[in-house]
């Protein structure tokens, strides 16, 4: 059982919004950042989000993340078929000293 | 453009090491902290742990007493030591970029290294 807990699936259709949550708790969200990767079928994660809010570069404002106490929210607007991958959250761990990451989030685009 | 590249056997024996080389390509791995993650096959993400080339080490607790990450700065690699391996450590292992300041988040990924473990 993962320390971050996520929805293990969410679906919507082409060109609806989306979000998807994660709950941690005060030695991971409450003194620390929230960044979300993205994998896609068959490859290796990509940085979506970091420092709760901010988009690296090459990311499309189509995805946005908000942090608020223990809680973590990921939001995809215009969903495309090219955004059906798995989501993770991940944080520090101040009490159990070590990275934890969520169980993951299918989405998928009807 | 930062690239990353795994090598190393599909293919370890149970009790045996499992050993991971990370080739890193447009930037010096002096510069930034290094670290592994692994994917059990249909599974999440685990945190394997970080290091800085000067010897600045983490590791996942859980993993802690059978891991060891380590520098070759000549080659601009990295690597990943895992001891006594059973069943459990079959994965798909990626080394990534850990971006470690005020924050702490994996920027760049290797495109993975599956290692199954099996006589």
């Known amino acids: 059982q993962s320390v971050l807990t996520q929805p293990p699936s969410v679906s919507a259709a082409p060109g609806q919004t989306v979000t998807i949550s994660c709950s941690g708790s005060?030695?991971?969200?409450?003194?620390?950042?929230v960044s979300w990767y993205q994998q896609l079928p068959g490859t290796a994660p990509k940085l979506l989000i970091n420092?709760?809010?901010r988009r690296p570069s090459g990311i499309p404002d189509r995805f946005s993340a908000s942090k608020s106490g223990t809680s973590a929210t990921l939001g995809i607007t215009g969903l495309q078929t090219g955004d059906e991958a798995d989501y993770f959250c991940?944080?520090?761990?101040?009490?159990?000293?070590?990275?934890?990451f969520g169980g993951g989030t299918r989405l998928t685009v009807l | 453009q930062v690239q990353l590249q795994e090598s190393g056997p599909g293919l370890v024996k149970p009790s045996e090491t499992l050993s991971l080389t990370c080739t890193v390509s447009?930037?010096?791995?002096?510069?930034?902290?290094w670290s592994w993650v692994r994917q059990p096959p249909g599974k999440g993400l685990e945190w394997i742990g970080y290091?800085?080339?000067?010897?600045?080490?983490s590791y996942n607790p859980s993993l802690k007493s059978r891991v060891t990450i380590s520098h070759d700065t000549s080659r601009n690699q990295f690597s990943l030591r895992l001891t006594s391996v059973t069943a459990a450590d079959t994965a798909l292992y990626f080394c990534?970029?850990?971006?470690?300041?005020?924050?702490?988040?994996?920027?760049?990924w290797g495109q993975g290294a599956l290692v199954t473990v099996s006589s």
């Open positions: 990534a970029r850990a971006i470690r300041n005020w924050d702490y988040f994996f920027d760049f």
């Open positions: 447009g930037v010096s791995i002096t510069d930034f902290y």
């Open positions: 290091a800085f080339y000067s010897g600045s080490t």
């Open positions: 005060d030695s991971n969200f409450g003194n620390n950042f």
């Open positions: 420092s709760n809010d």
């Open positions: 991940g944080s520090w761990d101040t009490r159990l000293h070590t990275w934890v």
